[in-house]
């Protein structure tokens, strides 16, 4: 039956992956062959030159000559298939591109949809009623700790030259704390004797003679 009629085959259909992978093999296997061609007229071209001109020399170099066709026809087969595999690999890298692009295409369409569905949720006159409910708590905070910081029994008003006459006199009692004591500052413009038990004694001047002076 399966004779008459064929059968589907089960058998997956090849990449670009398995067609580079089975190209490139091809290659190696015909570079194979060249280097036993190059080798074999490397055993021909040493003959030719040991040989002298007459129908032995001319058989030996018709046999490299169609080695060498054979070298140029292997070749020739290597740059086609290489060209090849360079074609698909480009088809492969630009299938990929295309792939990994639709699979970003796909992720912005679901990111999009999200975002809608997440901003449907938001209420804009909510969150603009939330901010002037919280800035009216701000204030009735600010309220609340300057009452809370008032001072008691302290005039609203002080006057200034009040103020920096007072701190003088504080730094003028400061001096004389750290410097003479009090008791012995009586007079502030008196230098203070060496000896204070004594009090120091004037010498009187010389009185004149009688009748000296006198003409």
């Given amino acids: 039956m399966?004779?008459?009629?064929?059968?589907?085959?089960?058998k997956p259909k090849p990449s670009l992956a398995d067609a580079i992978a089975s190209t490139d093999l091809r290659v190696d296997s015909i570079e194979v062959?060249?280097?036993?061609?190059?080798?074999?007229?490397?055993?021909?071209?040493?003959?030719?030159?040991?040989m002298r001109d007459g129908p032995g020399k001319n058989a030996v170099q018709q046999r490299a000559l169609r080695v060498l066709k054979q070298k140029k026809l292997y070749e020739?087969?290597?740059?086609?298939l290489q060209q090849q595999s360079f074609n698909m690999e480009q088809a492969s890298m630009t299938t990929e591109n295309l792939r990994?692009?639709?699979?970003?295409?796909d992720a912005m369409k679901t990111a999009n949809k999200e975002?809608?569905?997440q901003y449907g949720k938001i209420d804009i006159d909510?969150?603009?009623?939330?901010?002037?409910?919280m800035a009216d708590l701000l204030d009735s905070a600010n309220d609340v700790q300057e009452a809370m910081s008032r001072t008691y029994g302290v005039p609203e008003e002080v006057d200034e030259a009040d103020l920096e006459a007072e701190l003088e006199a504080l730094g003028n009692e400061f001096e004389e704390?750290?410097?003479?004591?009090?008791?012995?500052q009586a007079d502030a413009t008196s230098e203070?004797?060496?000896?204070?038990d004594e009090a120091p004694q004037k010498e009187e001047a010389p009185k004149e003679r009688l009748g000296e002076g006198v003409v």
């Fill in 2 to 10: 399966n004779r008459l009629f064929g059968s589907s085959s089960s």
């Fill in 33 to 50: 062959k060249i280097r036993k061609l190059d080798a074999e007229l490397t055993k021909y071209r040493d003959q030719l030159k040991k």
């Fill in 115 to 117: 975002m809608k569905k």
């Fill in 192 to 196: 203070l004797p060496d000896f204070v």
């Fill in 126 to 133: 909510e969150i603009e009623a939330m901010h002037d409910d």
């Fill in 76 to 80: 020739s087969q290597i740059a086609q």
């Fill in 100 to 105: 990994n692009t639709m699979a970003t295409v």
């Fill in 177 to 184: 704390e750290e410097g003479i004591p009090s008791y012995l």
